[in-house]
């Protein structure tokens, strides 16, 4: 039996979707094993050799692809952010250009990402596969019911609320970024004026400015709808404590830092607020309203489809 080895980082915002992918592999006949990607390489030679799937291959996962091409593993993968990027710091920075040349198949989302693949690496083109990613799949009718007992359970916890799901990995980072987002890149190799060292810069200040505006968005809807509730959801990539300092002197905006899957809080929520964010766009397969808050306008680092899906608003008044 031919075996597969799924790697995952953030459980919250990947299990569902792979757990999708493991079943519909196991109907074709393929053993499968879900995993964190540490812990997949590290019993890399002590696993039965099979096949590999990475959600990015971005310079950080070379010595990963190399350690288990070496254990005898076929490496393949997909771009977890896939659905949303800007062409020129999408080849610079997200695909690798070494480690796309090593890998066995590359899954893309859909054709927008494949033409742009393609027409950048058209020696690559055999092992590219436009196929879709089940971060879509498991949004669309009958598999979103997974979300309805979960959802229902938040619920009855919290009442009725507004989802703000937070998106400041640039200027509120945590871990790697902590010090500077820019200058991490700057120490990894990247000249000052490469794509990914320019959007990033754009993005900070993107972020720091909206950051801004976010503040006062809560002042506001704690003072003019005391009785509306407002859940804040942190990314997991950003300093949490942040969130929890910055509300609590409001009475109904809360801090919701969990486990749980991001498209239950989504479907148990009202509407969703977020900023430049792939969560409105899984508001749209769950049928939420959605709006997008981009107070400073900058649209060289914001993205289409959010935009496409949501009602975009610039103004906190």
């Not at 074709?28 to 995993?35: A, M, R």
């Not at 799937?53 to 350690?67: A, C, E, Q």
């Not at 950051?211 to 509730?229: A, C, D, M, Q, V």
């Not at 509300?247 to 498209?263: A, E, L, R």
Request: proline letters at 3%; one cysteine or more; hydrophobic letters at 35%.
């Amino acid at each position: 039996m031919k075996r597969i080895y799924i790697m995952m980082e953030i459980k919250k915002r990947e299990l569902d979707a792979r757990i999708y992918f493991a079943m519909k592999s196991a109907m074709k006949g393929y053993s499968c094993c879900l995993g964190k990607k540490s812990a997949i390489f590290r019993y890399r030679n002590l696993i039965k050799k099979g096949f590999v799937f990475l959600k990015s291959i971005g310079p950080r996962n070379t010595v990963l692809i190399d350690g288990m091409q070496k254990s005898g593993h076929f490496v393949n993968a997909w771009d977890e952010e896939g659905m949303t990027f800007f062409e020129e710091e999408y080849q610079d920075r997200r695909l690798h250009k070494e480690n796309l040349e090593k890998l066995s198949m590359f899954f893309t989302w859909g054709e927008i990402d494949t033409k742009v693949i393609k027409k950048t690496y058209p020696y690559l083109s055999e092992k590219i596969y436009k196929t879709g990613n089940s971060r879509i799949d498991v949004l669309k009718s009958p598999y979103h019911k997974i979300y309805d007992k979960e959802a229902e359970l938040i619920k009855k916890n919290y009442g009725k609320f507004f989802l703000f799901p937070t998106l400041f990995t640039q200027c509120n980072a945590a871990n790697v970024y902590n010090t500077n987002y820019v200058n991490n890149l700057l120490k990894q190799g990247y000249k000052e004026n490469s794509p990914c060292v320019v959007s990033g810069k754009a993005m900070t200040i993107q972020q720091e400015k909206i950051l801004i505006e976010t503040k006062n968005f809560f002042e506001n809807f704690s003072k003019e709808f005391p009785k509306r509730k407002l859940i804040v959801r942190p990314h997991p990539s950003e300093k949490i404590n942040y969130w929890f300092d910055l509300v609590k002197k409001y009475k109904n905006i809360d801090i919701i830092f969990d486990d749980q899957s991001t498209c239950s809080w989504i479907a148990a929520s009202e509407m969703l607020i977020s900023t430049n964010c792939t969560t409105a766009i899984e508001a749209f397969f769950l049928k939420k309203k959605t709006i997008n808050f981009l107070p400073y306008r900058d649209e060289s680092v914001e993205y289409l489809l959010p935009k496409a899906v949501s009602k975009v608003v610039r103004s906190n008044h």
